[in-house]
């Protein structure tokens, strides 16, 4: 069965940083292209970045660019948000997704929330 | 590039059909086959529901299709159910790198 399961979220002040965490399992993960995809409360879904296989090609929104650093490890199955200067709009519950065919993902976590407030 | 334009809400008896449009532009769902539709319930994750327009993952019943026609796609139910009772997103390739792929702001869908 495939699992996403996402840690690292929680409250920082505006400026802060922080660095969330996705544990995969069930699958192969070095076989596939991962995303993170946020929803800020209330609001509608917004693509945050992806990562290719082997971590060679990464992609990010304008919005968050030069702020936020897309990462994996595929030894421990994991990807990574690396999440600086962080500002009020970045609140939202961040996902962590499979890819599973261009620009469409299969599987996603239950999603870890950010809140960015002083 | 703006958010695809999807209706904010819809409604259907148990058993009828309804369909959701999803607008973009030419630069988008015009352009590529890689439209994509999501089911959201409330506090859940979203579940693909139809990936490259009209495709159906594993386990999707097929009372759900999709559908394009120039820069809108559509998501059809049919046999509407209690269950469908949701929020559903469309998503576009963009074929940008700072923009991997466009959502929808959301339908809600209400079964009467």
């Known amino acids: 069965e495939v699992q996403l399961v996402e840690s690292g979220g929680g409250l920082v002040q505006p400026g802060g940083s922080l660095r969330l965490s996705c544990a995969a399992s069930?699958?192969?993960?070095?076989?596939?292209?991962m995303s993170w995809v946020r929803q800020a409360p209330g609001k509608g879904l917004e693509w945050v970045a992806n990562?290719?296989?082997?971590?060679?090609?990464?992609y990010y929104v304008d919005s968050v660019k030069g702020r936020f650093t897309i990462s994996r490890d595929n030894a421990k199955n994991s990807l990574y948000l690396q999440m600086n200067s962080l500002r009020a709009e970045d609140t939202a519950v961040y996902y962590c997704a499979r890819d599973h065919a261009v620009a469409a993902t299969d599987y996603w976590g239950q999603g870890t929330l950010v809140t960015v407030s002083s | 590039q703006s958010a695809l334009t999807q209706p904010a809400s819809v409604s259907g008896s148990p058993g009828q059909s309804i369909t959701i449009s999803c607008t973009g532009s030419?630069?988008?769902?015009?352009?590529?086959?890689?439209v994509s539709w999501y089911q959201q319930h409330p506090g859940k994750a979203p579940k693909l529901m139809i990936y490259?327009?009209?495709n159906r993952p594993s386990g999707v019943p097929i009372r759900f299709s999709g559908s394009k026609s120039g820069n809108t796609a559509s998501l059809t139910i049919s046999g509407l159910q209690a269950e469908d009772e949701a929020d559903y997103y469309c998503?576009?390739?963009?074929?940008?790198?700072?923009?991997?792929?466009?959502f929808g702001g959301g339908t809600k869908l209400t079964v009467l």
């Open positions: 030419s630069s988008d769902v015009g352009r590529y086959k890689y």
């Open positions: 069930g699958f192969t993960f070095s076989n596939y292209w």
């Open positions: 998503s576009s390739y963009t074929g940008s790198t700072t923009l991997d792929r466009v």
């Open positions: 490259e327009v009209s």
């Open positions: 990562i290719k296989q082997g971590g060679s090609e990464k």
